[in-house]
């Protein structure tokens, strides 16, 4: 295969490894390339697990037992996992970091894969591989990298949406039926006498019930979202301002552009935001939403008063929250819907003084 042919035939499997569902089907994928399209025949991915570089996949030409379970300190393979370096070596029997799996093996060719683990081709002969080897394997294995990356994020966060949904759950049911029948009882007593305290205990039930609201937003926004869908972020971000309280504030979307995103859960960051900016900067604030300049993204900025240094760093935390009736998962479930969609988020200061918050669209 000419390096033409080869760099158009890399390119065209970089799409299939980098939709992978599996750690497996990303390795299975990436030693059946290296031996169709690198002609490296005898080839394995060893991916790291609690100390180990374990075999998930092995060329069909090699040896039974050409690749096997080895230390991250053993061998090659450890000494390219540990030092992120790739390594050539023209003959095993001459070099002590070699620790061949098989007595047929005479060079070898080792890549990391990331912080992942290692890709590893050998030869049955010395001085089979040259920096050109090095150089398309490298190529190939960016993107399995690429794949164990999302795969590594979309585990993370599916594990962490579902403690959260089951917490989420429990919260819901053990708390909503006797809450409902507290506010009821106390609506009651509140027709019998007139008393500050009832009607600071019904303010005190609502911010509960609001606490509900938003563990089960929490709990569900976070899912990734797989197939997202040109959305137009003004109609979004006008139908997010019509739903909120927004007193005698303003809006400013300047854009008429789309973006790629799930509808529903994008209105639904942009509601969390709108009220973030009303709660915090004032009935009268002036909000103002539009794309970034020179990336892909948006922005949302206010000129309310701002966010402190300290503030920033904690401002995305569950428990976070300067005004004395919100809940503290406002800015949370905005942080858990941009994660699903693959975005950024981060805060700076507007223009005006206020907060901006920047959304970069990775994913697009």
Same mark, same amino acid.
């Given at each position: 295969m000419d390096r033409e042919a080869e760099l158009t035939a890399l390119h065209d499997i970089a799409t299939t490894i980098q939709s992978a569902d599996t750690a497996e089907e990303a390795a299975e994928q990436t030693v059946a390339a290296a031996a169709e399209i690198l002609d490296f025949h005898i080839c394995s991915v060893e991916l790291h697990e609690d100390g180990w570089l374990v075999p998930y996949a092995v060329s069909e030409s090699s040896p039974a037992g050409g690749a096997?379970?080895?230390?991250?300190?053993?061998?090659?393979?450890?000494?390219?996992?540990?030092?992120?370096?790739?390594?050539?070596?023209?003959?095993?029997?001459?070099?002590?970091?070699?620790?061949?799996?098989?007595?047929?093996?005479?060079?070898?060719?080792?890549v990391p894969i990331g912080d992942h683990g290692v890709f590893q081709a050998v030869g049955t002969e010395p001085n089979f591989f040259d920096d050109g080897d090095r150089e398309r394997a490298?190529?190939?294995?960016?993107?399995?990298?690429?794949?164990?990356?999302? $795969? #590594?994020?979309?585990?993370?966060?599916?594990?962490?949406?579902?403690?959260? =949904? *089951?917490?989420?759950?429990?919260?819901? +049911? &053990?708390?909503?039926?006797?809450?409902?029948?507290?506010?009821?009882?106390?609506?009651?007593?509140?027709?019998?006498?007139?008393?500050?305290?009832?009607?600071?205990?019904?303010?005190?039930?609502g911010q509960m019930e609001g606490l509900i609201d938003d563990?089960?937003?929490?709990?569900?926004?976070?899912?990734? $979202? #797989?197939?997202?869908?040109?959305?137009?972020?003004?109609?979004?971000?006008? =139908? *997010?301002?019509?739903?909120?309280?927004? +007193? &005698?504030?303003?809006?400013?979307i300047q854009t008429t552009d789309t973006i790629n995103a799930d509808r529903d859960r994008l209105r639904q960051l942009l509601v969390n935001l709108f009220r973030n900016s009303i709660q915090h900067g004032g009935q009268t604030v002036a909000v103002t939403v539009g794309l970034l300049d020179g990336q892909a993204g948006f922005f949302v900025a206010d000129d309310g008063v701002g966010v402190s240094a300290d503030d920033a760093e904690t401002l995305f935390e569950p428990d976070?929250?300067?005004?004395?009736?919100?809940?503290?998962?406002?800015?949370?479930?905005?942080?858990?819907?941009?994660?699903?969609?693959?975005?950024t988020v981060g805060v700076t200061e507007s223009d005006s003084g206020g907060a901006r918050f920047e959304f970069i669209l990775e994913s697009s």
């Open positions: 096997r379970r080895m230390r991250v300190d053993q061998g090659l393979a450890g000494k390219t996992f540990q030092s992120g370096e790739s390594h050539i070596v023209g003959d095993v029997t001459a070099d002590d970091d070699s620790d061949p799996a098989d007595s047929a093996y005479q060079s070898g060719l080792s490298e190529l190939l294995v960016s993107h399995t990298a690429g794949a164990l990356d999302r $795969i #590594d994020r979309e585990a993370t966060l599916e594990e962490k949406n579902e403690r959260l =949904e *089951a917490f989420a759950s429990i919260v819901s +049911h &053990d708390l909503r039926s006797p809450l409902s029948v507290a506010t009821s009882r106390v609506e009651l007593a509140v027709t019998e006498c007139n008393s500050e305290h009832l009607d600071k205990t019904l303010d005190a039930l563990l089960l937003t929490l709990s569900r926004q976070g899912e990734v $979202i #797989d197939d997202p869908n040109p959305v137009s972020l003004r109609t979004v971000a006008s =139908e *997010a301002w019509g739903v909120v309280e927004t +007193h &005698d504030s303003t809006i400013d976070y929250s300067t005004d004395a009736d919100g809940t503290g998962l406002g800015l949370r479930i905005v942080e858990q819907i941009t994660e699903a969609h693959g975005w």
